[in-house]
């Protein structure tokens, strides 16, 4: 489908005083202005100090790499690569790194700070952080992939470490990408022991993976929707979902969902989008998917499943405005940042938004949500689940120990579940909307920390 449109001018929130005396950029569509703006819009109804504020709307390093990589043809081609490390009041920075044609400075910063509130609304003891290499990985053989990735490991490794900054996968990456990643680093001399191997999360089971970290952020998305929709008055049986995004996040959330016994009636992703209002099979759909790098062409595999049964049946290609237009319990955006603009806000017709992707939608179309009586569950709850497994496998890897897929199933839960209920408690207390309630549930606990440790010297 068609890739997302900048913001317009009409979608900035108030200008914060903040801005000007950090010298901010005063281009409204600017993806990290909107995103601390967000922030300071849920410290401005807090006691917290100013400093902590200042410090917070930038990050503490930010650094841009470029290095060659022989492409297959033998020529050399030059990428361009990230790393910001916004925070790490809490502990070590923390964040993925993405492969994406469209990666840029601000959208990296944007990110990394998202992390820092994820972690700290979550309760994990790691700070935040993000990469990425300007690539469209498609577009590369596995052995330019894999070169890709030992090059930008090489590039930023003298500022990361299983103790100082731990990145993870995100959009365009993947477990396969974390093993190359961890053994560049490990293979690297000043970094030769099996304690190195924590440098990355989202490795493979067999390479230090944890169980469930790769259902983990769907998982997340689902046990936030479990305890907060009953509240809402939305039972999960039978209630319908439509996922933007069916890639690692929402072909998850769907997946579980779907056996939690929601019924998906609708997806789109970059290739197409479909509606069935009986239910997608996302398990069929899942399958197709990661074969075919898409769900185009879905519809014609009566047999998809591989049972005999034709899981595709009733399936129906629809266009993007329809795909937004469609009636559902839950809308999860799951794909790139900024899609859900005033345009496609007014057109969906949804009881809870659950932003699965990060910033997926333009302070503007959020405007717009809230005005029809949208509730939504911001990013740093509701996607929370990928970093908090990643905390998990960090642990398992420090003390040699693994845990069994209950086990991290059940501290999961137990995270998502206490991370969503300080949002509405804060809710409660600020008498604000959940985004500012789970912006303000993380602030109270980074200025608390930052109370206690102060600014050295
Ligand atoms: P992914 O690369 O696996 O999937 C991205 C999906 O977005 C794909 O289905 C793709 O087709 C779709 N997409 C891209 N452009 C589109 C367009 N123009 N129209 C419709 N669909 C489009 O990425 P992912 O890991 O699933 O991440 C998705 C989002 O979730 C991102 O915002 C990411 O930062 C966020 N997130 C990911 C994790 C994680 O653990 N992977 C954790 C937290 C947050």
Redesign the pocket.
């Known amino acids: 489908?068609?890739?997302?449109t900048p913001a317009t001018g009409s979608d900035v929130l108030p200008r914060n005083a903040i801005f000007d005396e950090l010298g901010f950029p005063t281009d409204p569509d600017n993806l990290y202005t909107q995103t601390v703006g967000q922030m300071l819009n849920a410290a401005e109804q807090m006691d917290l100090q100013h400093r902590v504020k200042v410090i917070l709307a930038q990050p503490k390093n930010e650094v841009m790499v470029h290095f060659p990589v022989r492409m297959d043809d033998g020529h050399f081609k030059l990428f361009k690569g990230y790393r910001i490390q916004h925070n790490n009041v809490l502990g070590p920075y923390k964040g993925?790194f993405?492969y994406h044609e469209n990666v840029h400075l601000d959208d990296v910063k944007s990110?990394a700070l998202l992390m820092t509130f994820k972690c700290a609304l979550a309760r994990i003891p790691f700070g935040g952080g993000k990469g990425g290499v300007k690539v469209n990985p498609r577009s590369l053989s596995e052995g330019e992939l894999q070169r890709v990735t030992r090059r930008y490991c090489a590039a930023i490794s003298h500022m990361i470490g299983p103790d100082h900054d731990i990145p993870?996968?995100?959009?365009?990456t993947n477990a396969q990408i974390m093993a190359w990643f961890a053994d560049t680093y490990m293979l690297s001399s000043e970094h030769a022991d099996n304690n190195a191997l924590r440098v990355v999360t989202?490795k493979p089971v067999e390479f230090g993976g944890s169980l469930g970290r790769e259902k983990?952020?769907g998982q997340g998305v689902a046990d936030v929707l479990a305890e907060m929709l009953p509240g809402i008055g939305i039972p999960l049986q039978g209630m319908t979902v439509a996922l933007?995004?069916?890639?690692?996040?929402?072909?998850w959330a769907g997946r579980i969902l779907q056996d939690m016994g929601a019924k998906v009636i609708a997806v789109?992703?970059?290739?197409g989008a479909f509606r069935n209002d009986n239910g997608i099979d996302c398990h069929a759909l899942a399958a197709y998917?990661e074969e075919n790098y898409?769900i185009a062409g879905y519809e014609k595999q009566p047999t998809a499943t591989g049972s005999g049964t034709n899981a595709a049946a009733g399936v129906e290609v629809i266009g993007e405005d329809e795909f937004y237009q469609t009636k559902c319990d839950v809308f999860i955006p799951?794909?790139?940042?900024q899609?859900i603009q005033p345009k496609q806000a007014n057109m969906m017709d949804c009881k809870v938004m659950a932003e699965?992707?990060?910033?997926?939608c333009t302070p503007a179309g959020d405007r717009v949500l809230q005005d029809k009586g949208v509730e939504v569950i911001p990013?740093i709850l509701a996607?929370a689940?990928?970093?908090t497994v990643s905390y998990f496998e960090w642990l398992q890897n420090k003390s040699c120990v693994t845990w069994d897929a209950d086990q991290v199933d059940r501290e999961l839960n137990r995270h998502m579940v206490f991370a969503a209920r300080r949002s509405m408690v804060a809710r409660e207390k600020y008498g604000c909307d959940l985004r500012t309630a789970a912006f303000a549930a993380a602030l109270e606990h980074l200025g608390a920390v930052y109370k206690v440790r102060g600014i050295f010297p």
């Open positions: 489908m068609s890739t997302a993925g993405r990110l993870a996968p995100d959009v365009g989202g983990a952020t933007l995004g069916f890639g690692n996040v929402n072909s789109m992703d970059h290739t998917s898409g799951g794909a790139l940042e899609m699965a992707a990060n910033a997926p990013a996607n689940g990928g970093v």
